[in-house]
């Protein structure tokens, strides 16, 4: 008797769609032998990483038959310090997509819920679904977080909440005050996940870093990477800052070498280097300028967005308009699969790049 795969797992995964990353450059290459081209798409530093993380990525190369220090020891100590915690509040994961997931499959099971936002970063209803868990996806305002609304969400079955701040593809943020009063409005009991991805880039002063709060919230979990600002994000770190009793936790269900060992040696030199990691915010400050000027110019609406990236509203068909910038070598995310179906996203990139996307732009919503 044949089984199908499918009917075995559960329902959550059953409606699942992969994530869908953004589109290699080698694969446009081969798609459409194109020699130039810019890819916008996936919230990269155009900037790369600081040059002594890459040095010690290749000292790294030297060691790759031995396993990684599983506890990232050094790392967790470097972070504990600038964040000023204990290094046992600090979890590393294989990019901050791992520590979310960790989360997830810690506090969450099947008769459980998970609330986010609507427009969210799509890592969070796949981890939901994943574990069979319920989504509660809460109506956005303003195409952001409402949070009044996601604390009304939270029920008794509630086990999670996540909170993307500021959000990814919109850009959208929360300030320090509506943070604080959705936490106090959350039981103890629900684990709250401010996502802070793209903090670094963040220049608005009633933005608050959450790991502070920590002392006063113990069901708070605070995630970073160093694949946006840092520019490492082929080397996959992240990592949660969370009380000690969750980090332990997590650190039961954490696989045992989950970063690796030039990853590890990269982000400890990059966070040597803050010189790097201001021009990486000063280019993108000048590089999301250059995008809204365009836009303007062009008359074309956009999400204001205050990370590394602008969501746009597109005249006519997105996935046509998307389909074209391929052709002409750019390529930006199509975010159907985000309920934006009418926005395309695009993330700064340097100079040239920005101008590249702009020109094609106009040539493929205006051509003459
Ligand atoms: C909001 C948000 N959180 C987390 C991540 C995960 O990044 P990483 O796993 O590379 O740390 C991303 C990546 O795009 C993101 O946009």
Sequence with gaps: MSCEPLSLVNEGVRGLTPYQPGK?????????????????????????????????????????????????????????????????CVTLGNGSNDVLELVARL????????????????VYPLVTRAIGARAVEVPARDRGHDLAAMADAVG????????????????????????????????????????????????????????PWLDEYPNLVVTRTFSKAHGLAGLRVGYGVSSAPIAELLNRVRQPFNVNSLALAAA????????????????????????????????IEYIPSVANFLSFAVPGDASGVYAALLREGVIVRPLANYGLGQHLRVTAGLEDENVHFLDALKRVISPS
């Excluded at 506090?107 to 799509?122: C, G, K, L, N, T």
């Design 156 to 211: 008794e079955h509630t086990r999670l909440v996540f909170i993307a701040n500021p959000n990814n593809p919109t850009g959208t943020w929360n300030d320090a005050e509506a943070l604080r009063r959705f936490m106090a409005a959350v039981p103890e009991s629900v684990i709250v996940v401010i996502d802070q991805a793209y903090a670094e880039y963040v220049d608005e002063s009633d933005y608050p870093d959450c790991v």
């Design 268 to 299: 400890m030199a990059s966070l040597e280097d803050d010189d790097h990691l201001q021009r990486s915010i000063d280019i993108n400050r000048a590089g999301l300028a250059q995008l809204r000027a365009g836009f303007d110019a062009m008359g």
């Design 24 to 88: 290699p450059i080698e694969e446009l290459e081969r798609e459409l032998g194109l020699s130039y081209i810019i890819k916008l798409a996936s919230n990269e530093s155009p900037l790369g990483p600081s040059p002594k993380a890459r040095a010690m990525a290749m000292v790294g190369l030297d060691e790759l038959s031995r396993y990684p220090d599983g506890s990232g020891t050094e790392l967790r100590a470097a972070l504990a310090d600038i964040h000023c915690v204990a290094p046992e």
């Design 107 to 122: 506090f969450v099971s099947a008769e459980h819920e998970v609330v986010f936002a609507e427009h969210a970063f799509a």
